[in-house]
């Protein structure tokens, strides 16, 4: 009887063992698939910023551009 007891608390024990090493693995597979996902997302915020940037960047050089053809033009006129 006690051999048996004993059998049968081992055998829990590898049952439980078991199933807290399959829940972990399925944690960390989900965590590892959550950060792939996130990494994605970061990557196509920080790709938008830097097109984002990029048009900026060309709109106030062109800006930049029409106000200094428009004071060149204005002291052309000025002096002529």
Known sequence: MFRQNKE????????AKTTI????DRLLSH??????QYEAEVSCIVYVI????????IYL????DRHISALIHFLRADIT
Do not use: P
């Open 8 to 15: 049968n608390y081992v055998q829990d024990l590898l049952t």
């Open 21 to 24: 090493a399959a829940q972990t």
């Open 31 to 36: 965590y590892r698939s959550q950060i792939a």
């Open 50 to 57: 830097k097109i984002r940037t990029f048009f900026l960047c």
């Open 61 to 64: 050089l062109l800006s930049y």
